[in-house]
């Protein structure tokens, strides 16, 4: 009954400072390490933060007597982000779980620009080798350019809300 406990591991450093690793989850690009870097370094108790975005991981550094690790994972999760207590177990799963997820969206991503790419590169190489035949359905708007629109319109939205 009740929950697992784990005890974190002391480290024997002089100064009195300790220092939490953290799972982060929901970081996409450098701006994201950035925010939560200067988010925590502001924050009273943390005495230095760095942040990897390839391993998904921040070490912080903080002052034992102020705050604690939870603090820690609070801090960042108050900035948006998704944080739990880094262990060798969490490291690898959390890494693979993360980037199917990112290839899904990548591969629909370019599926969905392929599919409608095709067209579009089949119509300009007619046009190259034949001429353009400019039937217009309105003034200024031949069949065409209304294809292409139709076309190119799907790959500039959807492709990005994949």
């Not at 950035?34 to 070490?59: F, N, Q, W």
């Amino acid at each position: 009954m009740g929950f697992g406990a784990k005890v974190l591991k002391e480290d024997d450093q002089t100064t009195g400072d300790q220092y939490v690793e953290i799972q982060i989850t929901g970081m996409t690009c450098a701006s994201c390490v950035y925010l939560i870097e200067s988010a925590l370094k502001k924050k009273r108790g943390i005495l230095s933060a760095s942040v990897t975005l390839a391993t998904c991981r921040g070490r912080f550094e903080y002052d034992p007597e102020l705050i604690g690790p939870r603090d820690v994972m609070e801090y960042v999760r108050d900035v948006g982000f998704g944080a739990s207590l880094a262990t060798n177990d969490t490291k690898s799963k959390m890494a693979i779980i993360d980037h199917k997820e990112d290839i899904r969206r990548w591969r629909n991503s370019f599926l969905l620009c392929l599919l409608f790419g095709i067209p579009v590169i089949i119509i300009l190489i007619h046009d190259i080798k034949h001429g353009a035949n400019q039937k217009l359905i309105i003034p200024g708007l031949s069949y065409e350019n209304l294809m292409l629109f139709l076309l190119c319109t799907p790959v500039q939205v959807g492709s990005t809300s994949l």
